[in-house]
C-alpha cells in the first residue's frame, strides 16, 4: 500500500511540476534588462571585430558559447520556447551587428565611437551572460 501511494505522490509531483518551473514576471524583466545589457556590451565588439577574420571567428565563439549557457539556463527554468527563439534570432551575431550594408567609413567611425571593443576582447572583460542570467532566475541582483 505504501508503494502506491509513493507512486502517485511522484505523480503528482511529476504533474505539478510544470507549474513549479514558471519564470516569475520579476525574474522575466531581470532577465531581459541582463540580455540587453549583453547586446549593449558584445554589438561593437562583434561588429569592430568583424573587419579582421581571425578576431571576428574569436568574438563570434566566445558569444556564441555565452550566449547558449545563458539560453539553456533560462531553459531549465521554464522559460516560454516562443520566448527564447525570439531571443536566439535577437542574439544572433549578425543581427547585434551594423546592417551589411553599412557603408566601411561608417563602420570605422562606428568603432572610432567605441575605441575600448578591441581591449576588451583581448582581456575577454564581457558581461559575463551566463552567471548574470541565472542570478535574475533566482532572484538575486545581477
Keep these: 500500500m505504501t508503494a502506491k501511494f509513493a507512486f502517485l505522490g511522484l505523480c503528482g509531483f511529476f504533474a505539478a511540476a510544470p507549474a513549479l518551473a514558471e ?3 520579476a525574474q522575466r524583466d531581470t532577465t531581459l534588462a541582463v540580455w540587453q545589457s549583453a547586446f549593449d556590451d558584445w554589438a561593437p565588439t562583434l561588429t569592430c571585430g568583424a573587419t579582421m577574420t581571425a578576431s571576428d571567428e574569436f568574438v563570434r565563439k ?5 550566449k547558449d549557457e545563458a ?4 531553459q531549465a527554468a521554464g522559460w516560454p520556447e516562443i520566448d527564447l527563439a525570439d531571443l536566439r ?7 547585434l551587428r551594423l546592417p551589411p550594408d553599412t ?3 561608417d563602420v570605422l567611425s562606428y568603432c572610432a565611437a567605441h575605441p575600448d571593443w578591441s581591449k576588451k576582447a583581448s582581456q575577454m572583460r564581457f558581461l559575463p551572460l551566463a552567471t548574470e542570467v ?4 533566482s532572484g538575486a541582483t545581477p
Design 23 to 25: 519564470v516569475t514576471v
Design 62 to 66: 566566445i558569444w556564441q558559447d555565452s
Design 71 to 74: 539560453l539553456a539556463a533560462m
Design 89 to 95: 534570432a535577437k542574439a544572433d551575431a549578425d543581427a
Design 103 to 105: 557603408l566601411f567609413a
Design 134 to 137: 541565472r542570478k535574475a532566475l
